[in-house]
């Protein structure tokens, strides 16, 4: 699934060989850290490759989102050059390795190889996962490190509760002290992922909550008479831990700003130059907190009007993707041709999430199983947020994060399909149940491959005749 998800991200990444949608920012963002090492003012049209480098401002820029992303951006420019390949590798292999993360994460869960690789292969051929992961946006790096962040907590999980059975074995009343290392490598993720976006934060409080859940419910599990008092004597010192290193992390990101006597707000509105270091870094810090109070204003009064704005509501509907590149081309063959890219879910696919999360509902309740409960938190951290900002302007591909674990979902149900419920029963409707759920089955992911077979064209820039593009605007709102 790996290898089938690094051929449709990497074959023709170069295309289109020019800047498309927001790599007119992240790009040019990206090679200025490597130049100055904060992001630079790029002077107007000069985010294209002129002699092989962005055309630079005077100044540092105003920029409202944290580094690191940028500086993944950077590593493939400093390897490739600034081309478009060079700056869409690092998304490429982002998404590369997120497929096989989430390969992995769902043959730990559903305890099967095969459900694990249908779950790979949708989250390959989904639309927004392979657009996203051949541009040179943040999104998908933000989506990488929650998707490793969850691997982690579900490690820790499967750690805390082979320390109890232990305990319970050896008669004791309590596991003795550990360092709960994968909950530290999970901080240390989701520092990443707000070091990408700060949006990850919402899946950092989502992700806080499961760990809560996970070690009251072992302490309940084992028959613990305080479980509360217990999780708070024990496990505090950890979260606290956790929460220092989200923090490092996070600042370790903006090491560029605060090497830099260049940086945007760097000694404003407190001038340190010159100070002891005590004093430089107290208003250095103060420098940037200010930094990131004009950062935060901005984005809670982003309400503008904008052609390919989306809220939250439409996203699962497929309501209003995001046009990333549009041309009148040609040599395809034909009188009139286009050239695109549409940030656009497999339909098959992304219209199939909601019955798909009505039916894990329904089947966590009815199992009390953790698992679904982990994927639906998991899943709704990404996107039942937005909806308590309305007036906020919003795009689909804030939706990606999510992805993963709603294809998550869609493993669930399509293992409920092929195995045996509780009550054992063998057949439904006079067919074995198990033959007929892998029928099923098979019969959908067959179909959400075809769907993006055929939309494919649509996705990497190929040029095509026009009226092949419009035969794939299935929807008025997607024109």
Not at 76 to 100: F, K
Not at 254 to 261: E, P, R
Request: net charge positive; charged share 15%.
């Amino acid at each position: 699934m790996t290898g089938i998800a690094a051929i449709i991200r990497l074959v023709h990444l170069d295309r289109p060989g020019q800047i498309i949608f927001d790599e007119t920012y992240y790009a040019p963002n990206a090679y200025a850290l490597l130049r100055y090492g904060v992001e630079w003012q790029v002077v107007e049209g000069g985010a294209n490759p002129v002699d092989g480098a962005p055309v630079f401002g005077d100044g540092p820029a105003y920029v409202v989102h944290p580094p690191l992303g940028k500086w993944l951006i950077a590593a493939g420019e400093a390897a490739l050059g600034y081309n478009p390949m060079g700056w869409r590798i690092s998304a490429a292999v982002a998404g590369i390795v997120s497929v096989l993360l989430i390969t992995r994460i769902a043959q730990r869960l559903f305890g099967s190889v095969v459900l694990g690789a249908a779950v790979g292969l949708l989250v390959a051929l989904d639309g927004i996962h392979v657009v996203t992961s051949r541009s040179a946006l943040l999104d998908i790096f933000l989506a990488l490190f929650v998707v490793a962040a969850f691997a982690a907590l579900l490690r820790d999980r499967d750690w805390q509760r082979r320390r109890w059975l232990a305990a319970l074995t050896a008669g004791r009343e309590r596991p003795p002290t550990a360092l709960p290392w994968w909950r530290f490598a999970a901080a240390a993720l989701l520092g990443c992922a707000v070091a990408v976006k700060w949006s990850a934060g919402f899946h950092l409080l989502a992700f806080l909550a499961l760990t809560l859940w996970w070690d009251w419910g072992v302490r309940r599990s084992v028959g613990h008479p305080r479980p509360i008092r217990s999780l708070l004597r024990d496990e505090s010192p950890g979260l606290l831990a956790s929460g220092a290193i989200v923090l490092v992390v996070y600042l370790a990101s903006w090491s560029g700003w605060f090497a830099s006597d260049q940086g945007y707000h760097r000694f404003s509105p407190v001038d340190v130059r010159g100070a002891s270091w005590p004093v430089q870094l107290i208003g250095s810090v103060w420098n940037l907190i200010h930094y990131h109070l004009q950062s935060l204003e901005f984005h809670a009064g982003l309400d503008s009007a904008h052609p390919y704005a989306s809220p939250a509501w439409q996203w699962l509907l497929l309501g209003r993707p995001t046009a990333f590149h549009w041309a009148a081309e040609e040599g395809c063959g034909a009188e009139h041709c286009a050239s695109t890219v549409l940030l656009l879910g497999t339909p098959v696919l992304w219209w199939s999430f909601l019955p798909v999360l009505a039916v894990l509902v329904w089947l966590g309740i009815a199992r009390r199983d953790w698992r679904a409960g982990a994927i639906l938190v998991a899943a709704g951290a990404g996107i039942v947020p937005w909806f308590f900002f309305p007036e906020r302007v919003m795009f689909y591909f804030y939706a990606l994060p999510s992805e993963p674990f709603l294809v998550l979902a869609v493993g669930y149900v399509l293992g409920a399909l092929i195995t045996p419920g509780p009550s054992g029963r063998t057949t439904v409707f006079g067919f074995d149940r198990r033959f007929l759920g892998t029928l099923i089955a098979g019969g959908y992911v067959l179909l959400v491959a075809v769907c993006f077979a055929y939309f494919y064209p649509i996705y990497t820039g190929e040029v095509i005749p026009y009226h092949a593009w419009q035969a794939r605007m299935w929807v008025s709102s997607w024109i």
